[in-house]
C-alpha cells in the first residue's frame, strides 16, 4: 500500500524552512520526499495538496493521564493538593480496569482529531490503556504510576505491589507492535519514599528500562526535598540513581533551575513542559528559555484532561510559544520551529521511539495533514509556515491523522473506531464514577 501526498508543503521541528514538493508513503514509512519539479511517482493513493495542504509529524503528547478524561471538570479552579484529596483521589478509588479502558478509548478519539499519533501515560490499570492503544492503532508509552500507602490487608506494601505490576507490564507490552514502549512510573518525589525511589531507579539501570515521574511541579516540593528528604533540590536526581537510568523523563519540572544544568550531567534527561496545567493550577511557569541553552531533552505535554482541559497538543504548542515571550518580555524567545520539535520528534525520543517524529526517508509514517486553504494561511510560504502553524493555526485545521502510513482520523472520521459507541461507553463510565 502506498500513499502519494502532491504538491504539499512538509515542514518538521529540524527544518529551517518548509519545504515544497511530494511525499511518498510506502509499507508504513516515508520512502521518499520529492522537489515540487520532480514528477511524482505512482501510487495506490494520491492526496492531492494542490499547494494548499501541508504534511506534518503527528504529536507526540510526552506527558498525559488520558483515562482522567472521565475526571474532567471536577474540583475546577483548585490548588494541586486539595484538588487531588478532595476531588480527584476519590473518585479514583472508584474507578475500575474497565473504567480506564473506555476513558482512554475516548481520549485517543480526541488525540486522533487533535493530531497526535503518540501519547506517554502514566496511571493504573494499564492492561487497559495498552489494549485500547494496540485496536486503536496509536503509539503509546505507558507506565504505572507508583505511589506508596497503607500497607495492603495481606501485610505487603502498596508500592511493591505497583513496582511488580509496572514490571509486568513491561514485560507483557513493551515493544508490542512497534506500537508501544514500557517506562517505570514512581508518581513523584513525595508520594514515592526516598528508598523506594532509589530501588526503582536501580531496576531501571539494571534492566534498561525508561523511568517517567512527575518532578518539581509545585514550589513547595523544594520545601519538601530539603526539609523531609534532606537532600538539595539540585542533587536529588543524582542521588536517586535518576540520571543512571536509559531514559529519564521529568514532567513538568517548573521549579527546577537551569542553572543545575552545568553542575549535573543531563544528556539523558527529557524534560516535559505542561504550560497549560502548569498556568490552569497555578504552578507557576518554567523557565523554558533558559533551558533551550542547555544539553537537555524538552518535550510537550497536556498532562490528564481534567487539569488542562484538553488533550489538544497544538494548543499547547500556541500557549508554549507564546507564554515565554510574555513572562519573559522578549518576542525572540522559545522560538516557533523549537517548539514544533518539542511536540513532536523530541517526545518521541524521550520514550525510545526511534525514526519518529520528523520527515525523512525511512522513518516512520506517523503524520499529519492540515488544511491551508483557509483565510488565516493566506501568505503562508515555506519560509514563515512554522509561525503560521504554531500562532495562527490550530488543530481545526488537522483533516489528517495516520499512523504508520494508515489512517487513524480523516475529515471528521475515525476508521476502524466506532465514535458514537465509544461516546456512549465513556459516558456510562463517567456516570458510574462521579454522582
Ligand atoms: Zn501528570
Known amino acids: ?20 514538493g511530494h511525499l511518498l508513503v510506502s509499507k508504513g514509512r516515508i520512502q521518499s520526499v520529492l522537489e515540487l519539479s520532480e514528477t511524482p511517482p505512482a501510487a495506490d493513493k494520491i492526496v492531492d495538496g494542490r499547494g494548499h495542504t501541508a504534511v506534518l509529524p503527528g504529536f507526540v503528547n510526552a506527558h498525559t493521564h488520558a483515562a482522567m478524561v472521565l475526571l474532567r471538570g471536577l474540583g475546577e479552579e483548585a490548588p494541586l493538593m486539595e484538588w487531588l484529596q478532595k476531588n480527584i483521589w ?9 473504567h480506564i479502558y473506555r476513558g482512554t478509548v475516548s481520549a485517543i478519539l480526541e488525540m486522533l482529531e487533535t493530531g497526535t499519533t503518540c501519547f506517554a501515560d502514566m496511571y493504573f490499570e494499564m492492561d487497559g490503556v495498552a489494549q485500547a492503544a494496540l485496536e486503536a492503532g496509536i503509539r503509546c508509552a505507558l507506565c504505572r504510576g507508583l505511589v506508596d500507602g497503607p500497607l495492603q490487608p495481606d501485610g505487603t506494601r502498596k508500592i511493591d505491589r505497583a513496582v511488580a505490576e509496572n514490571l509486568s507490564l513491561f514485560e507483557k507490552w513493551h515493544g508490542r507492535e512497534g506500537l508501544l514502549t514500557v517506562q517505570l512510573g514512581p508518581h513523584a518525589p513525595y508520594t514515592v519514599p526516598l528508598p523506594d525511589m532509589k530501588r526503582i531507579a536501580a531496576l531501571a539501570a539494571e534492566r534498561g528500562i525508561g523511568i517517567h515521574f512527575h518532578f518539581l511541579e509545585v514550589e513547595w516540593e523544594l520545601g519538601y526535598i530539603r526539609d523531609e528528604l534532606k537532600l538539595r533540590p539540585e542533587d536529588y536526581l543524582r542521588e536517586t540513581g535518576i540520571l543512571g537510568v536509559p531514559g529519564a523523563v521529568l514532567a513538568h519540572a517548573v521549579w527546577m533551575d537551569p542553572e543545575w544544568a552545568d553542575e549535573t550531567d543531563l544528556p539523558r534527561v527529557t524534560i516535559v513542559h505542561n504550560p497549560c496545567s502548569n498556568m490552569k493550577l497555578g504552578n507557576g ?3 523554558l528559555d533558559a533551558w533551550l541553552d542547555k544539553n537537555v531533552g524538552l518535550a510537550l505535554g497536556t498532562d490528564g484532561a481534567s487539569s488542562n482541559n484538553r488533550l489538544d497538543m497544538w494548543g499547547e504548542m500556541r500557549s508554549a510559544a507564546l507564554l515565554h515571550k510574555g513572562t519573559g518580555r522578549n518576542p525572540t524567545s522559545t522560538p516557533a520551529i523549537d517548539i514544533l520539535r518539542m511536540a513532536t520528534f523530541e517526545g518521541a ?5 526511534a ?7 525511512g522513518w516512520m509514517a506517523d503524520l499529519i495533514l492540515v488544511d491551508l486553504d483557509q483565510p488565516h494561511y493566506i501568505g503562508a510560504d515555506e519560509d514563515n509556515l512554522a509561525g503560521y502553524i504554531v500562532y495562527a493555526g490550530s488543530s481545526a485545521d488537522i483533516r489528517g491523522t495516520m499512523v504508520n502510513g494508515k489512517w487513524l482520523y480523516r475529515d471528521g472520521v475515525f476508521p476502524g473506531l466506532n465514535k458514537e459507541e465509544i461516546m ?12
Open 285 to 287: 511557569v518554567m523557565p
Open 424 to 435: 456512549r461507553k465513556a459516558r456510562e463510565a463517567r456516570n458510574a464514577i462521579v454522582s
Open 90 to 98: 476519590p473518585v479514583e478509588a472508584k474507578m475500575t480496569a474497565e
Open 349 to 353: 525520543r524521550a520514550f525510545g521511539f
Open 1 to 20: 500500500m502506498t500513499t502519494l501526498f502532491k504538491d504539499v508543503f512538509i515542514l518538521d521541528g529540524e527544518r529551517k524552512r518548509a519545504q515544497r
Open 355 to 361: 525514526n519518529k517524529g520528523l520527515i525523512r526517508d
